[in-house]
Structure formats: structure tokens, C-alpha cells
């Protein structure tokens, strides 16, 4: 069984911060590409960052400058850094993770974080 448990959503309000964070847990030989994604109310989930084994990133254009990803692969957690936060930043952010467990990799979903800025 594999497990992603993400941490750190709340409520806060324009302009501030908060840190997201995700770790995976159980039985797999290695993570490949972890990352972000959000579902806001009414749209669809769109990718918000990724973040390769190697430290390459991809932003989404609205983010950049804004949020920061990092990840600690021997603790298999990314941390998301969002900062300057605005209400459409307002959104569930899911984790998700590559894994391979056997042979070829598969996409695992956490449970999903609430992010909502609002003054």
C-alpha cells in the first residue's frame, strides 16, 4: 500500500502564507515526479507545480514567483511555499506522486488539503 498524507491548508488572508506539505509513506522502490495540483469549486484540477527526483520544477504560469516547491526525497516529501497568496489562489490542492512499486510507475492521489484566502 502506498499513502500520501498531506499537511498545512487553512484559511488565511490576502497577501500571507502558508506551507503545504505532503509525505509518502509504504512499501515502493523509489518516487519519480511529485507535485501539486488544486480543484477550486465549479472547475476542474489543474496542475499547480511539479517537481522531478532531480529538483527540476514546473510552474504554472499564475504561480510563478509566488509559490516555491522543494522536496526532501530521503524523507519522500515536497513542501509547497505559497506566498502573496490571492482569493483565486482559494482551491483543494492535492499531492500527487509517481511511484514505482514493481516496474513501471503509477500516479497516487493524497486526500486533498483546503486552501482558502479570504479576508
Known amino acids: 500500500q502506498v499513502q500520501l498524507v498531506e499537511s498545512g491548508g487553512g484559511l488565511v488572508q490576502p497577501g500571507g502564507s502558508l506551507r503545504l506539505s505532503c509525505a509518502a509513506s509504504g512499501s515502493f522502490l523509489r518516487i519519480t515526479t511529485m507535485g501539486w495540483y488544486r480543484q477550486a469549486p465549479g472547475k476542474q484540477r489543474e496542475l499547480v507545480v511539479t517537481i522531478t527526483r532531480d529538483g527540476i520544477t514546473n510552474y504554472v504560469d499564475s504561480v510563478k514567483g509566488r509559490f516555491t516547491i522543494s522536496r526532501d526525497n530521503a524523507n519522500n516529501t515536497i513542501y509547497l511555499q505559497m506566498n502573496s497568496l490571492k482569493p483565486e489562489d482559494t482551491a483543494v490542492y492535492f499531492c500527487?506522486?509517481?511511484?514505482?512499486?514493481?516496474?513501471?510507475?503509477?500516479?497516487?492521489w493524497g486526500q486533498g488539503t483546503q486552501v482558502t484566502v479570504s479576508s
Open positions: 500527487n506522486a509517481l511511484i514505482v512499486r514493481v516496474v513501471l510507475p503509477s500516479a497516487y
